[in-house]
């Protein structure tokens, strides 16, 4: 799993005092044992309280109170326990779970979990056989946390918590904070201590440095890592994360993206969820390989100058037996009431954020992500879930909050609080959130009364786009407030623009499909909604294959259709995508400003008759660029536009270049303005725009 096999005594106030050798000796004994395990062994008669064995150690100890006393020392200090009953523990993955450490000089492990309503908790697997009578854990304080050190215990091996619930039942559980688990459909938690030595020093210090990426152009490649490629010489298998770094990589690097997002990489067993229905929050999915692995994988995209952002899903969870579900037998993760507790679209169980410590299981686990595999960002799934009380529901089956309202109250202090932890705790972090609908403020600060996040994903102006596009040119004249209309609220928030893995599924067809007319018709047209979409302010955001051209609708369970790129329309959709990336990068006016209104000026919105848009895009130091769209099949020569600036004009890019697919209409080279007003201005440019196309110009340099 490339896990450590040797364990540092833990530091000096986290947990790793030296123990009394007396208590030493006990928990040292064999490979067995320990304070908690058979040395504080249940009366399986009466069910009484735990009594020590002749001739142990332990057996001389004062109470077992003394006994919880050191066990707390161990790993997890009262003061944890304080923080974690508190909500406030940030580093609680380092106390609760699988830890590997060596006291009084033998290695072992130890474990521990939150179970406060459980009548006994053990440790079972394969160090004891699964027998859940073997490694009893023991109860710290009323924490409600069980834990035990099992000497002996190596990498590598396969445990779970056998939970007892007050009414007999035996359940068996993967550990919440498991860092690695078995290969799906297997459920057990693996122990691993995920050692590695990074070499992107030079990435996260440049990252701490920088507030945000605002002013910068951040083009972000979504990702499925099980189909965006396969093996089919090998069974069809999936590319291992190592393989995904010598492929996927270069590719992204190559077509000019800043960074890839990547659907859920969170263990689940379900792979038609893609990730979004999470049992192993803790861990990445062992279907590409090891958490060291994937630690390689992000190092090597930071190689590469390329930025890591995980979905990542704290809105809900799966029902299964042997996750967070009913874990100690009671509702503990999620709330018991359905009303609250259930999702009713995704059959999954809602979290309880009123309670602290699963505030901090998820709080913790965003910091864990940004922290231990130095990702630079999370995208929060489904937002819109977690602010609504009503959300799915019809009248009746839901419970209003304290002030009568459908808000989650709870879930509005998780959001700000979670947002307020990870810029506090990693400058330069990406915090972005799926929200659909039209909550105020997401992306502006706690204080003033925002969510806190960085970004928002701009549904509205994706959902209104695409249903322009979908229109049949003849009617698009009818249809021209759906293309103008997001510059109404496009500075109310910070907007990615995203075309993401929801618009290609579900029936919905693949982004090449949506666009009406014959195969060239759809290139073209694709082309100019890619121009539309980097010209407009906001930051990027697309779903591999969109690239270029992916012809199906996306299957979780099949690789991209690669051989299409050996086509002239769809190699020249990806020859036109990294142009536009590169001109995005290149152009401080297409991304310093995409949240400021000075930053964008329409030279003419009201074209509708001909389906024409054009629009003024500016830099912080006054530079533009000039984007004009049509988006209509028919060639329009002499189409006057009025500019700010006289002088002479270069095509930045032009859609329809026969590099691209295109006819080559358009104008190619440089123009020149003449003294004739238009849109308000002294002088224009006289242009031929090409079908469904899109040029970008700019001024040319004088002097």
């Known amino acids: 799993q490339g896990c450590a096999t040797t364990w540092p005594r833990l530091p000096s ?46 057996s001389r100890s004062p109470s077992r109170r003394r006994a919880s006393y050191w066990l707390r020392r161990l790993v997890v200090s009262d003061y944890d326990l304080y923080l974690f009953g508190e909500g406030n523990h940030t580093r609680i993955y380092d106390k609760l779970g699988a830890h590997p450490t060596t006291v009084d000089g033998t290695a072992g492990v130890h474990f521990a979990v ?7 908790v053990s440790v079972v697997g394969d160090l004891n056989a699964w027998d859940g009578s073997i490694d009893p854990m023991h109860p710290l304080g009323a924490s409600g946390v069980w834990a035990v050190f099992v000497a002996g215990v190596t990498c590598g091996l396969r445990y779970k918590f056998e939970v007892r619930t007050r009414y007999g039942a035996a359940l068996l559980k993967a550990d919440p904070y498991g860092f690695a688990f078995e290969l799906p459909p297997a459920s057990a938690s693996i122990v691993c201590d995920p050692q590695y030595s990074w070499t992107d020093a030079d990435w ?44 996927l990589i270069p590719y992204v690097k190559e077509m000019g993206y800043t960074h890839i997002e ?59 037996a042997f996750a967070l579900a009913q874990f100690d037998g009671t509702s503990l993760y999620e709330h018991a009431d359905p009303r609250q507790g259930e999702h009713r679209e995704w059959g999954t169980l809602i979290f309880n954020y009123g309670r602290n410590e699963v505030r901090n299981f998820l709080s913790a686990n965003a910091l864990f992500w940004l922290e231990e595999y130095h990702v630079d960002g999370l995208r929060v ?10 959300y799915s529901r019809d009248e009746g089956e839901w419970i209003p909050n304290r002030l009568g309202g459908r808000e989650n109250l709870e879930t509005v202090d998780f959001l700000r609080q979670l947002n307020a932890l990870t810029h506090a705790e990693h400058p330069g972090s990406l915090m972005i959130a799926e929200e659909s609908t039209s909550w105020p403020s997401v992306s502006r600060p706690a204080y003033t009364g925002g969510l806190g996040f960085t970004y928002k994903w701009n549904m509205g102006w994706m ?9 049949n040119p003849v009617h698009r004249r009818w249809h021209h407030n759906k293309i103008t209309f997001s510059m109404i609220y496009a500075f109310s928030e910070n907007f990615v623009l995203p075309f993401s893995h929801d618009e290609v599924v579900h029936g919905k067809g693949s982004m090449f ?36 051209g992916q012809a199906r609708e996306w299957n979780y369970d099949q690789s991209l259709d690669w051989h299409l790129i050996d086509l002239p329309l769809h190699g020249g959709l990806k020859r036109f995508v990294t142009d536009l990336n590169s001109a995005y ?32 895009r500016r830099s912080s130091a006054g530079e533009f660029v000039l984007a004009v769209l049509n988006f209509t099949p028919v060639p329009r020569d002499g189409y006057r536009i009025g500019v700010p600036a006289a002088g002479s004009f270069e095509a930045l890019v032009n859609s329809d270049s026969g590099s691209y697919g295109g006819t080559n209409r358009g104008n190619l080279g440089t123009l020149t303005t003449e003294p004739i007003a238009s849109h308000g201005h002294v002088d224009s440019l006289r242009l031929n725009l090409p079908p469904l196309g899109f040029l970008l110009l700019k001024p040319g340099k004088t002097g």
Not at 289 to 294: E, L, R
Not at 381 to 390: C, F, K, R, W
Not at 585 to 610: K, M, S, Y
């Open 463 to 471: 959902n209104d786009t695409l249903e322009y596009l979908r229109e």
């Open 513 to 548: 499909g949506k666009m009406p007319g014959d195969d060239w018709q759809k290139a073209a047209t694709l082309r100019a909604l890619y121009g539309y979409m980097y010209a407009h302010p906001g930051k990027k955001l697309m779903f591999m294959g969109g690239e270029f």
């Open 13 to 58: 106030g986290q947990g790793g005092e030296q123990v009394s050798r007396p208590l030493a000796a006990c928990l040292s004994r064999g490979r067995r044992s320990a304070v908690g395990p058979r040395a504080l062994e249940p009366d399986r008669t009466t069910r009484r309280s735990p009594r020590p064995r002749r001739g142990c150690c332990c």
């Open 204 to 247: 996260m210090r440049e990252r701490a440095s920088k507030s945000s990426w605002f002013h910068r152009p951040m083009a972000t490649y979504e990702v499925h890592l099980g189909s965006w490629a396969r093996m089919p010489e090998d069974g069809d298998r999936y590319l291992t994360y190592g393989e995904l770094a010598q492929r």
């Open 262 to 320: 990547l659907l859920p990489v969170m263990e689940h067993p379900y792979s038609g969820s893609w990730g979004y229905q999470v049992t192993g929050f803790y861990a990445p999915t062992s279907r590409f390989g090891t958490p060291a692995q994937f630690k390689g994988f992000v190092d090597a995209c930071h190689g590469a100058g390329i930025g890591v952002i995980l979905d990542w899903v704290p809105g809900h969870f799966p029902r299964d």
């Open 114 to 120: 939150w179970a406060p309503n459980a009548h006994r």
């Open 381 to 390: 799934d489904a937002v819109a879930s977690m602010l609504y009380l009503d």
């Open 585 to 616: 990068a290149a152009e401080p006016a297409l991304h310093e400003l995409d949240f400021d209104p000075a930053g964008f000026r329409w030279v003419d919105c009201n074209d509708h008759e001909n389906s024409v848009i054009s629009f003024i």
